[in-house]
C-alpha cells in the first residue's frame, strides 16, 4: 500500500505542465521570455496555451517568436484562430482589437430556432457560447439572441423574430480606457466588436477587458519614471537593464541642467554657503507639490475626466494650489532660515527668511503648473502621459526652485 502510494505520489511529481498551468507561468512573464519559452514547446501545444491566455497579451507575444514557428501555427491552429490573431495585430496597443476572440455562434436573421439550436449543440463542445450573433448577408451586426431566449422560443420561428435588436457593440479601434467607462454599468460577460459599418470582426470577453485595464493601470507608476511596462518581477537583469537604463540616461542629463543653474551661482554660493543648506529644502518641498499634480492629472486623464477645454481650468487650479501650498510651507520654512541664519551671526538673517519665503511660493506655482503641463503636453503630442512624466517634473522643479532661490539671493545680498 505505501509502495503505491509513493509510487503513485512520484508519477504525480513529474507529470507535465497542463496547457493552463503553462499559460499562467507565461502571463508573468514580459513578451520576449514568454516568446521564447514557447519557442521550446510542441505546436499544437503552443496553439492550446495561446488560446486560453489574454488576447492582447497574445498579440504581443507572437512577434516575438520564431518566424518558422509562426509559420507553423498558422498552418496547424485552427484557422478561425490564427486569422483572428494576425487581425488582432493589426490594430494599435490598447486597442478593443488587440483583445478580440473569433464570433464562432453568427448566424443569419432567416435561420429557424431549431437550426441554431442544433448548431450551438455543436459548437458548445469545442468552445465556450454566451451569445449568438445574428449578422445580414455583408457580415453587419444586426441583433444578439441569449441561450434563454434560444431556450424558450418556437423551434420553427425565425432567429430574425427573436433576436435583440440594435444590440449595444464596441469599435475595434475604441481605446481600451475608453471602451471601459462605456461598460461600466453594462457588465455583459461578452461584447461584439464591430469595425465602421457595423461590421461584425470579433467578440471580447469583460474578464479580459478588466485584465488588460487592470494591467494597465498598475504599469502607470512605473512609467512615470521610465520603467517599461512590459517589465515584470521575472525579466532577466540583461533585459531590465536594456528597458531601463535609456531612462536613466535621460534622468542624468536633466540633471546636468539643474547642476548648470546652480554653477551659475557659485560666486554667491561661495560668498554665503547658508544658502547651500536650503537647496534640498526648496527642492523637495516643490518636487512634492509637482508630483501631487502630476498625479491628479494623470488620474484625471486615465479616468476621462479631463475634457478637451478643461486643460485651462486644471492648469489654473495648479497654480492656485501652488500659490497657497508654497505661502504656508514658505512660512515654516522662511522661519527656519531665519533660526539657522541668526545663530549663525548672519547680519542678513531677516533678508534670507523673505527670500526662502518668496522662493518657496514660486517654485511651488512653477511646480504645479509643471506638473499639469507635463501629461498635458504629452497627450497632446501623441505619447503616453505618464511616459517618464516623474523624470521630465523633477528636472523642471529642480530647475525652478534652485534657479529662483539663486538668483533672489544674488540680487538681493550682492
Known sequence: ????????????????????????????????????????????????????MNPAMVADIIPEMGDEQRRRLVATGPQAVTRQWALNMAYPEDSIGRLMEPPTAVFRPDQTVAEVTARVRLLVT??????????????????????????VSDPEAVIGDVML??????????????????????????????????????????????EEHTFEVTAQPGQMVGVDKEERLTTPVRRSLKLRHPWLQLNLLTAFVAAAVVAVF???????????????????????????????????????????????ALVAKEAQLGLANGALVGVTAGLGMYLVATAQGQPAALTLAAIVFVAMIGSCVISGLAGAFIPLTLRRVGADPATASSIFLTTATDVASMGLFLGLATMALT
Open 1 to 52: 500500500m505505501d509502495t503505491a502510494s509513493t509510487s503513485n505520489s512520484a508519477t504525480l511529481a513529474v507529470a507535465p505542465p497542463t496547457p493552463e498551468q503553462i499559460a499562467d507561468d507565461l502571463s508573468r512573464l514580459d513578451s520576449v521570455e514568454a516568446g521564447r519559452t514557447l519557442g521550446t514547446l510542441d505546436d499544437e501545444l503552443v496553439i492550446e496555451v495561446l488560446r486560453r
Open 126 to 151: 469545442k468552445i465556450f457560447i454566451t451569445y449568438c450573433f445574428v449578422t445580414d448577408e455583408e457580415g453587419r451586426l444586426i441583433g444578439i439572441v441569449t441561450m434563454r431566449d434560444l431556450l
Open 165 to 210: 435588436k440594435d444590440p449595444f457593440s464596441l469599435s475595434a479601434d475604441a481605446e481600451l480606457k475608453d471602451a471601459m467607462k462605456l461598460v461600466v454599468r453594462r457588465h455583459f460577460p461578452v461584447y461584439p466588436v464591430c469595425e465602421d459599418g457595423g461590421l461584425l470582426v470579433g467578440l471580447v470577453r469583460g474578464q479580459a477587458m478588466f
Open 266 to 312: 557659485q560666486d554667491t554660493l561661495d560668498q554665503m554657503v547658508i544658502l547651500a543648506l536650503f537647496l534640498p529644502v526648496l527642492a523637495g518641498q516643490s518636487g512634492n507639490t509637482g508630483c501631487q499634480a502630476l498625479a491628479v492629472t494623470l488620474r484625471g486623464l486615465t479616468l476621462g475626466e479631463v475634457k478637451d477645454g478643461d486643460e485651462k
